[in-house]
């Protein structure tokens, strides 16, 4: 899959993470790994997506 999107965090904590992997690793685009309709912790139907900041560096994993 591995299509790129551009985060925008609604709560303090979804922000301070965008901003942390910017500061990081230099990088606002987040790469999608895996899609599905539901996920255990939420009760609504997705799209849900898995992500990660799209970057090579190794410290990405963290997120």
Do not use: C, Y
Not at 22 to 51: C, K, N, Y
């Amino acid at each position: 899959m591995h299509k790129r999107i551009t985060l925008s965090g609604v709560s303090f904590h979804g922000k301070n993470r965008i901003k942390e992997a910017f500061h990081l690793l230099g990088t606002r685009e987040w790469r999608i790994l895996e899609r599905q309709d539901r996920v255990a912790f939420h009760q609504s139907v997705g799209p849900w997506f898995l992500v990660e900041p799209h970057s090579d560096n190794p410290k990405r994993k963290t997120f």
